[in-house]
Nanobody, 124 residues
Framework: QVQLVESGGGLVQTGGSLRPSCAAFGRTVSTVAMGWFRQAPGKEREFICTISRDGVTTYYVESVKGRFTISRDNPKNTLYLQMNSLKPDDTAVYYC?????????????????WGQGTQVTVSS
């Protein structure tokens, strides 16, 4: 069992930065691949990025490439999402997820555990 707790969302102006984090409890994150998703009002949950169990391999959706960076600190059991050059279209609830596999996935249904989400709002 893995419990995931996100924090670090908030309100920021266009062009600003935020760094949400995701703390894992109950199982060390070094045993799972992890990912970030987001869901805007009235829209389906969207894949953002994923990182392999060993932290070596990452993959991003095109819309955030060059702006967002996923990273993990396995000794601290924590996942991060550095978000720069934020836009109003980035406004959403951001979720972290864990997959019982060495590799992440772009498909939400392939993740086994989810956090409760953290709100990110980008004002124009």
């Amino acid at each position: 069992q893995v419990q995931l707790v996100e924090s670090g969302g908030g309100l920021v102006q266009t062009g600003g930065s935020l760094r949400p984090s995701c703390a894992a409890f109950g199982r060390t994150v070094s045993t799972v691949a992890m990912g970030w998703f987001r869901q805007a009002p009235g829209k389906e949950r969207e894949f953002i990025c994923t990182i392999s169990r060993d932290g070596v391999t990452t993959y991003y959706v095109e819309s955030v490439k060059g702006r967002f960076t996923i990273s993990r600190d396995n000794p601290k059991n924590t996942l991060y999402l550095q978000m720069n050059s934020l836009k109003p279209d980035d406004t959403a609830v951001y979720y972290c997820a864990a997959r019982l596999n060495a590799w992440g996935s772009v498909r939400a249904e392939e993740y086994d555990y989810w956090g409760q989400g953290t709100q990110v709002t980008v004002s124009s």
